[in-house]
């Protein structure tokens, strides 16, 4: 028996819109709300410990999230929110606030920890460094954009608009997180919007050197992921990282539950989304 599970959900990504369905593109936004609400009442009859939505839960327009956190609010575990690129899209090609993406999400910061039972998660922003999260204009946003022209320069795929990182107080905040995860043997696992992986047009900026920075401290056990829509699964050592596919680009449903055992993880997929078993490395309290 696992000693808890919970579930996982990414880029629900409602609009108010036609779905947009092409040869390179699928997005079937106006049936969004119906396969959170799917996949909600069937996570309801599971015994959770919370429920983690990794980011996007709107396309565009925070006056689109009532709709789908109406839904959230059903949820008979706890709702943990990951922000995503789109969450601060606003209409017409506006920046929403990171003040407003927070209150209507009901998040008092962008990135917090939460512990249950031996693990600590860390939930992350991702978009804190790069073009999403900052209005054209400011200092923020110029320093990001000068990343990604550094990035494209040097030939790297996921040197995009949408794709982001840590700032320095964050970064800060997630090793003091980590020691203190490793001194109190806890596992940690890390949540956040953007894949850590270099060769993914969807990737986070500078991905790989953050994975490796994760897999050389004693604590982090597991990433989970997900704006690459297409999922998929990456080892950075020792490190397994996972990312869920998106719930938008499909017209049945993808979301998981991740039941927790000593030394794996196993994760029972629900529609696009695969089962897999994700192998630990020893416990920080063992090692």
């Excluded at 109406?70 to 209409?91: E, K, M, Q, T």
Aim: glycine share 8%; hydrophobic share 40%; with cysteine.
């Amino acid at each position: 028996m696992p000693s808890f599970s919970f579930g996982l959900i990414a880029d629900c990504q409602y609009a108010d819109a036609p779905d947009l369905v092409t040869e390179s593109m699928q997005r079937y936004y106006t049936d969004s709300p119906r396969r959170l609400a799917e996949a909600i009442t069937e996570l309801n009859t599971h015994d959770l410990a919370f429920v983690a939505h990794l980011g996007d839960l709107i396309d565009v327009d925070l006056d689109n999230a009532d709709t789908v956190l109406d839904i959230l609010a059903g949820s008979r575990a706890p709702v943990r929110l990951v922000l995503g690129n789109h969450d601060f899209a606003g209409p017409d090609g506006s920046v929403n606030e990171l003040s407003d993406v927070l209150a209507r999400y009901g998040l008092r910061t962008p990135y917090y920890s939460f512990t249950h039972q031996d693990w600590r998660f860390c939930v992350l922003d991702s978009n804190a460094v790069g073009m999403i999260e900052h209005r054209p204009g400011t200092p923020a946003f110029e320093a990001g954009s000068a990343l990604v022209a550094e990035l494209a320069a040097e030939g790297a795929v996921n040197a995009k608009s949408w794709n982001g990182a840590l700032d320095d107080t964050q970064h800060a905040w997630l090793r003091t997180e980590l020691d203190q995860a490793a001194s109190a043997g806890q596992r940690v696992a890390v949540m956040c919007h953007h894949p850590l992986d270099d060769s993914l047009v969807d990737g986070m900026l500078r991905g790989n050197a953050f994975a490796t920075e994760l897999d050389s401290h004693p604590a982090p056990a597991v990433v989970f992921t997900g704006h690459h829509h297409a999922g998929g699964f990456r080892q950075a050592g020792d490190l397994p990282c996972l990312t869920l596919h998106g719930m938008v680009e499909t017209a049945d449903t993808a979301f998981a539950i991740v039941d927790v055992f000593d030394d794996h993880l196993q994760v029972r997929g629900f529609g696009r989304e695969p089962d897999r078993r994700l192998s630990l490395r020893a416990h920080a309290s063992a090692a």
